[in-house]
């Protein structure tokens, strides 16, 4: 008796195996599917729209996060602050993939010999920035301008 039954289990299992199948696929929900975009349309695209797309930041709004960074960290005395609150200092900085700053130049400078030299190791102090996007990278590394208005800075 026991070779029928293992026998009729043998013949039973498959219908119950696709009937498990059938009801497997018909639970798995409807994937919708738009159409892929044209390269007229990629081309369209502003570099907003496609950092949006990846989920990054657009690159004026990295120079902002990197502005603000260096505004909220830089360590300047009272007095240079006080003294050229209404200056600003332009420095082209390039900034590694992990936001080392491994070069700096000077763009735009108050002309305040001492008051420039602070800045400048005030920023080299502040380092690391926060690491740029993956899709701005490369423009990191060759060199951003960011701008530091003097009266800000500790803000």
Do not use: F, W
Not at 41 to 56: A, F, M, P
Not at 85 to 112: F, H, K, N, P, Y
Not at 136 to 141: D, F, G, I, Q, S
Request: aromatic fraction near 0%; glycine fraction near 6%; proline fraction near 8%.
């Amino acid at each position: 008796m026991l070779p029928i039954s293992l026998a009729l289990a043998l013949i039973c299992t498959p219908a119950r195996a696709e009937d498990d199948l059938g009801s497997l696929l018909d639970a798995i929900p409807d994937i919708e599917t738009t159409t892929p975009e044209t390269p007229e349309e990629v081309e369209k695209k502003t570099e907003s729209d496609l950092d949006e797309d990846l989920g990054q930041v657009s690159l004026p709004e990295y120079l902002r996060i990197v502005e603000a960074h260096l505004l909220a960290t830089m360590d300047l005395p009272r007095g240079v602050v006080r003294k050229n609150a209404e200056g600003e200092v332009q420095l082209r900085l390039e900034i590694t993939s992990s936001g080392r700053i491994s070069g700096m130049a000077a763009v735009s400078l108050t002309g305040d010999k001492k008051t420039d030299k602070k800045v400048i190791e005030a920023v080299r102090s502040a380092a690391p920035v926060p690491a740029p996007p993956i899709v701005h990278r490369r423009e990191a590394l060759r060199g951003l301008v960011v701008s530091i208005p003097i009266g800000r800075v500790g803000t």
